[in-house]
């Protein structure tokens, strides 16, 4: 192989070594990303319920209406509703959820 072809073949393996950083890089800002997007998302869905405690602490007929099909159509899985929404913080509704997930509605 001539002068050119060694110099050619060089500069086509740093190209495609290049073009692998710059793929890793791209997939490593994607990751990261997508786990903003999830704390942002886990975040609004927090100050959501938040807000309904402070409605519902004040009238207490809101309770009653608060079903799991709440946390649904907020796109919370009724098996995750418990992770996002401490006990603590929100305890009408975690007994409300908890019973209908261990089969013991209370």
């Not at 209406?65 to 913080?89: D, K």
Request: net charge negative.
């Amino acid at each position: 192989m001539d002068s050119f072809g060694r110099e050619a073949q060089l500069a086509l393996r740093r190209d495609g070594e290049e073009l692998l950083r710059i793929e890793s890089t791209i997939d490593s800002l994607q990751a990261e990303i997508e786990i903003q997007q999830e704390r942002l998302s886990i975040g609004i869905h927090y100050q959501i319920c938040r807000c309904w405690r402070e409605v519902a602490e004040a009238t207490s007929e809101l309770w009653s209406s608060i079903t799991s099909s709440t946390f649904i159509w907020l796109g919370l899985r009724e098996e995750h509703a418990l992770t996002i929404i401490p006990r603590a913080v929100f305890p009408k509704i975690a007994r409300h959820i908890g019973g209908q997930l261990d089969g013991n509605p209370r």
